[in-house]
């Protein structure tokens, strides 16, 4: 089995998997890969958490700064029905009046004020891309435990 990363962590993370000639057949159990894209999901969301909890007004290219907490609480995860993906990102929360999490990633412009609100980094992004050795042996671990020889 070999994977290999292609291109970065903001694309996709790519795997080919090879089997040898001694496989008669694959037996392929999802459960221990879902269980791997949970663990991936929770770890990235806890990084992407932790770089938006800092009390402090934040400047255009830096990670977002906490007032009221709403976009830490925004940000979950979703493993996809197969279990062979998972979906870190923030979601519109009951306090939000307005999808505020792409304001802050493309920028504004406050056409009643005259002000911008510059873009700031995209924090999860950078989390997934901090956290892609945790992540490639996470999805090493998951596959091999999925894959049986019958």
Do not use: H
Request: charged share 25%; proline share 3%.
């Amino acid at each position: 089995m070999s994977g290999a990363a292609s291109g970065s962590v903001a694309s996709l993370i790519s795997y080919d998997i090879t089997f040898g000639s001694n496989f008669g057949f694959v037996d392929f159990r999802r459960r221990p890969m879902r269980k791997a894209m949970g663990r991936i999901g929770r770890t990235i969301r806890a990084r992407a958490r932790k770089m938006v909890s800092r009390k402090a007004i934040s400047e255009a290219g830096n990670y977002p700064g906490s007032m009221s907490g709403e976009l830490r609480k925004a940000v979950n995860y979703k493993v996809s029905r197969p279990g062979l993906m998972v979906i870190v990102r923030p979601d519109k929360t009951a306090g939000m009046d307005d999808f505020y999490p792409a304001f802050l990633n493309y920028g504004a412009k406050d056409r009643k004020r005259g002000g911008t609100l510059a873009a700031r980094k995209n924090y999860v992004i950078e989390a997934a891309e901090l956290e892609s050795s945790y992540i490639q042996r996470e999805i090493f671990v998951g596959m091999t435990q999925s894959i049986e020889e019958s």
